[in-house]
């Protein structure tokens, strides 16, 4: 017992313990404290997402679609968006971005599918990882110790982005538009044969591809019918 006493400078083991446990409380404030900064980043970045949604919801009334006005607004919001990244990136502490990761992933890549959304209905070309990497204002590489876009959450987002276009190709039948059908069908089959060729060990991430089969399945009735109808343009 006196030998305990003097190696620990006369405390009780009991004391030396309790020490040591209030130590910990300091890690876990800081831990509370980061989280609470996180959780404040992201009621902003959901507001962004829920104006991109509002935006990008007109490309499904029945009337033709002001693509230019379209990329202007949701562009001041991506603006807005990259700030709050930015500042997230400054919460976060270094190399301890997949401890956090999980706040921010399921917006991440719901402002993916619709950066790619709205790349698609400029361009008729996949927005690419790089590309929607610099719009979240984020690293492109997926090195755990950079505040990055990671590839799961950009694949998702294109999954994501896969089923309004199934939706949107219906609508755009409705709205007497016969050509864009035709150019969703081509990329989202394309799209299926480049998820085909990856190994998806991402339990959600296959939960989403196994969704996109039925994407490019409404597609094809569109398609279809078109052709019924002689509207394909064929």
Same mark, same amino acid.
């Given at each position: ?109 719901? /402002?993916?599918?619709?950066?790619? +959304?709205?790349?698609? %209905?400029?361009?008729? *070309?996949? $927005?690419?990882?790089? #590309? ?16 990055? /876009?990671?590839?799961?959450?950009? +694949?998702?987002?294109? %999954?994501?982005?896969? *089923?309004? $276009?199934?939706?949107? #190709? ?26 085909? %060729? ?37």
């Amino acid at each position: 017992s006196s030998g305990i006493n003097a190696e620990y400078g006369g405390m009780t083991s009991f004391e030396t313990g309790a020490e040591l446990f209030a130590s910990f409380e300091g890690y876990f404030a800081k831990d509370r404290e980061v989280r609470q900064q996180i959780r404040d980043v992201i009621t902003e970045l959901e507001l962004c997402n829920r104006q991109l949604n509002c935006n990008i919801d007109v490309i499904h009334l029945p009337k033709a679609i002001d693509v230019p006005s379209l990329e202007r607004s949701c562009g001041e919001i991506m603006g807005r968006a990259r700030e709050h990244f930015a500042t997230l990136k400054g919460v976060v502490p270094q190399e301890q971005f997949y401890k956090y990761h999980d706040f921010w992933k399921s917006i991440t890549q719901s /402002l993916v599918a619709k950066m790619s +959304l709205l790349h698609f %209905l400029s361009h008729y *070309s996949l $927005l690419d990882k790089e #590309a929607a990497s610099n719009l979240l204002g984020v690293s492109a590489s997926d090195d755990p110790k950079e505040f990055h /876009l990671p590839l799961e959450d950009y +694949l998702v987002g294109l %999954l994501f982005m896969c *089923s309004d $276009l199934a939706r949107f #190709a219906v609508n755009r039948v409705t709205a007497k538009d016969y050509t864009t059908p035709l150019k969703i069908a081509a990329f989202v089959k394309e799209l299926e044969s480049g998820f085909r %060729l990856l190994n998806l060990k991402n339990d959600f991430l296959r939960k989403r591809y196994d969704t996109l089969k039925y994407d490019v399945k409404k597609i094809e009735e569109v398609v279809y019918d078109l052709t019924l109808r002689g509207l394909n343009g064929s």
